[in-house]
């Protein structure tokens, strides 16, 4: 009887985050999605787990991937027409991810979440130099710089004193979903469950690029493992970012 009581009341879709924030399913400008057909399965998958609006933050990397708020916006369309057409209601937001280097550039036209946050990123393998400096200099401009994956950086695995000066300069942190399942390694799943138990999180997002992404959280969803994981952390998704205008 218990165990009947517990299947019965598991939570197998992920309304319970609602938007998600951080996501490279625009057509064809990333390492993402390569495709209009394929953004719209994507979309398409991630509303049936349970979201109600995506934030599509590609990459501004001028070595690799060279986007400007005009490139992002015309994918951003394309896929919203396309997403009429079908009659998918998710709610469509864009916004980009900035890799912190030497081509990062304050007064060029930004693209932030919302009006005021701005997704940030470094290289996996060193600290971007300068990186308090350049979050000091996003807040002198009116952004909150919201540093994404902290726990995939293996510069912190060993020195996690670095990223609580960054809350307590107000920074603020952005969990990958793959991280607490064992996606991207014991280390990075490690560090992601000690920056949850103390509470260093401020939100969640899936960071799709692609079909293993889309199925490894399909199957996390839908299974309950999720939400039993990390469901009732809090996270400020829907507070921040339900209420955006697309």
């Known amino acids: 009887m218990l165990s009947f009581f517990s299947k019965k009341n598991k ?11 951080h996501s490279h399913v625009l057509p064809g400008i990333d390492d993402g999605s390569p495709d209009v057909a394929t953004s719209l399965r994507f979309v398409k998958s991630l509303q049936e787990l ?6 599509c933050t590609p990459h501004i990397y001028k070595e690799l991937y060279p986007n400007t708020k005009e490139t992002i916006f015309k994918a951003k369309s394309s896929l919203q027409s396309e997403m009429n057409k079908a009659g998918i209601a998710l709610k469509l937001a864009a916004g980009a991810e900035y890799m912190i280097d030497q081509d990062f550039n304050l007064e060029e036209s930004l693209c932030p979440l ?8 470094m290289s996996y393998l060193s600290e971007s130099p300068g990186i308090s400096k350049t979050i000091f200099e996003i807040e002198i401009k009116g952004y909150q710089p919201v540093l994404a994956h902290p726990e995939r950086y293996t510069f912190y695995f060993k020195d996690k004193s670095r990223l609580r000066r960054f809350k307590e300069k107000g920074c603020l942190l952005q ?19 000690l920056l ?3 509470k260093m999180y401020d939100f969640a997002g ?4 692609h079909d293993k992404h889309l199925s490894t959280l399909t199957e996390a969803v839908q299974t309950g493992k999720l939400y039993d994981l990390i469901g009732s952390y809090g996270f ?3 507070e921040v970012f339900g209420s955006i205008c697309v």
């Open 11 to 21: 939570v197998t879709d992920i309304s319970w985050l609602g938007v998600d924030m």
């Open 50 to 55: 349970g979201f109600e609006q995506l934030i």
């Open 114 to 121: 919302d009006q005021k946050h701005l997704l940030i990123e």
């Open 175 to 193: 969990l990958n979903l793959l991280s607490v399942l064992g996606y991207y390694g014991r280390e990075v799943k490690q560090l992601a469950e």
């Open 196 to 198: 949850l138990k103390e």
């Open 206 to 209: 899936t960071d799709l690029h």
């Open 236 to 238: 400020k998704n829907q």
